[in-house]
């Protein structure tokens, strides 16, 4: 039985991602920033465990209490819907902080073990947000397209040794939390200058027919950890395979 350990597993896709692994068989590592068990089925094959992936200490607790793994999901991720002018810095460095560093981290803890394995899977959720640009978004983009360019470069540098590592990339979903949160950590609100511009961003919202269902992110990542002949780039969603589409 192989064992899978997803960041993020408080909500969302991450949460998702567990379930479908339970179900289907896997042993599962659920990680999450304060430990809920309960959110997911009792089972024999479930360890939620607890990890930050910003704190160096945290990602080496994890490794060691996980124990040998075959996949890594990291999906564990933070969004911002923000106008750069009224951005501080430091907001901008805890989204690289989150989505880009954590990544990376969490990525080379467990290279050594697939590596003398020659065996094991490492998936990056990334966002459409960098196939198809939108307003407000430029520096948690900016912090996904880190994510794909590390991942399709590293990808190269494991293949010789049998890991593999896929990019995942969903669209806009509406039903996760997501949304909301990146708009809340927009602690100094939109500066004037830009207030018509963003009431204009945030009215056409949600207005596309297309959007990213959990299902659609679970579908993706289950393939690519399963199939060895799954593509590198893995656009998730309709919204998704569209805007990588038109690229
Ligand atoms: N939903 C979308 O529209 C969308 C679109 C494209 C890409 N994505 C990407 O999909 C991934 C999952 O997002 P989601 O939609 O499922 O959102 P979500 O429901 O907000 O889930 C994000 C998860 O990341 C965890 N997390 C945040 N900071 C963390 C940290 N420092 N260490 C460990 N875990 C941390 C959260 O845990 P806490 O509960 O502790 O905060 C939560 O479990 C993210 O990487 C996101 O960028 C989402």
Sequence with gaps: MKTILITGCSSGFGLETARVFLDRGWKVIATMRSPHADILPASDHLRVLPLDVTEAGSIRGLIEAAGPIDALVNNAGIGLMSVL??????????????????TIAMTQAVVPQF?????????NVSSSTTLKPLPLLSAYTASKAAVNAF????????EPFNVRVRLVIPGAAPETAFS???????RDGIPAAYAEFA?????????SSL??????VTDA???AVTDPASPLRMP?????????GAR
């Design 85 to 102: 002018e009224g951005t501080p810095m430091q907001t901008t460095r805890d989204l690289f902080e989150t989505n880009t560093f954590g």
């Design 115 to 123: 590596r003398e394995r020659q065996d094991g899977v490492i998936v």
């Design 151 to 158: 991942t399709e470069s590293l990808a190269l540098e494991l």
């Design 180 to 186: 909301r949160n990146a708009q809340t950590r927009m």
């Design 199 to 207: 009431q204009g961003v945030f009215a056409r919202r949600g207005q």
């Design 211 to 216: 959007v990213t269902h959990a299902r659609d």
């Design 221 to 223: 990542v289950w393939r």
């Design 236 to 244: 998730a969603g309709a919204d998704a395979v569209a805007a990588a």
